[in-house]
């Protein structure tokens, strides 16, 4: 049994706390605690940094990945497509979830859609000695590119099944659009699309100039 103790979850009144670092996933959450207007404070934590708190990180989320959220009501949301759609139902007058429940429906679906199909195959493309009980390095790179062919080929389902009407969240942008921009970052992803998908490369980037968006995105990328 662990002897250590997890860390204060924070007082009703202070502002969420995210654990995360720069250039991460830890930018989903800040866009979308941006987009409702909530305040929050950043631990600098994640597994891959030893000069961060990832020991506060572990006792929190076991997986040790970013983003990791503490809500002002001391509950820790972990999952980037979980800490959106509890943002878009606490704050609706943000419209993170669309404007009809049809909408909304397709919102949740592309939200679960990339944590599981895309998501998943960054991590396994990070850290493919993880799915692998091999110990050659050769085994490990075959792992990694079946990921990222595996990776891309989900981008291209993505994108042919959300198409922009304007945007992937409908006729606003919203947590669809919040995630695809990020998670589409890594891993060879714009590339492959941009020579596959030109059109939807094209929406990413008209995505990242949102003023909600480029303004973490200018911290997280500078
Ligand atoms: N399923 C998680 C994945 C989060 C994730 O993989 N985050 C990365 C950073 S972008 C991480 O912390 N990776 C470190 C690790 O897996 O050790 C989510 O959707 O938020």
């Given at each position: 049994m662990s002897t250590t103790t997890a860390p204060p979850a924070p007082a009703d009144s202070t502002p969420y706390v995210l654990y995360g670092t720069k250039g991460s996933g830890s930018a989903i959450a800040e866009i979308g605690l941006t987009w409702c207007g909530q305040p929050y404070r950043v631990v600098h934590a994640s597994s891959w940094e030893d000069d961060s708190?990832?020991?506060?990180?572990?006792?929190l989320n076991p997986l040790m990945q970013i983003p990791t959220l503490h809500t002002p009501q001391g509950e820790?949301?972990?999952e980037s497509a979980a800490i959106l759609m509890h943002l878009g139902l606490r704050f609706p007058a943000a419209g993170l979830l669309g404007r009809s429940e049809a909408q909304r429906d397709q919102i949740l679906r592309?939200?679960?859609?990339?944590?599981?199909?895309?998501?998943?195959q960054v991590t396994i493309s990070d850290?493919?000695?993880?799915?692998?009980?091999?110990?050659?390095q050769a085994e490990r790179e075959a792992v990694r590119q079946g990921a990222r062919h595996r990776l891309h080929l989900h981008?291209?389902?993505?994108a042919d099944q959300f198409p922009g009407r304007?945007?992937?969240?409908g006729e606003a942008p919203g947590a669809l659009d919040?995630?695809?921009?990020?998670?589409?970052?890594w891993s060879g992803t714009r590339p492959h699309l941009e020579q596959h998908r030109?059109?939807?490369?094209?929406?990413?980037?008209?995505?990242?100039?949102?003023?909600?968006?480029a303004g973490v995105h200018a911290r997280h990328w500078p």
């Open positions: 708190d990832r020991e506060a990180l572990r006792q820790v949301l972990t592309g939200l679960v859609f990339i944590a599981a199909n895309c998501y998943s850290y493919p000695e993880r799915f692998t009980t091999s110990e050659q981008w291209e389902m993505f304007p945007w992937l969240s919040v995630m695809a921009v990020i998670v589409s970052k030109p059109e939807f490369l094209a929406l990413l980037k008209r995505i990242e100039a949102l003023p909600l968006v």
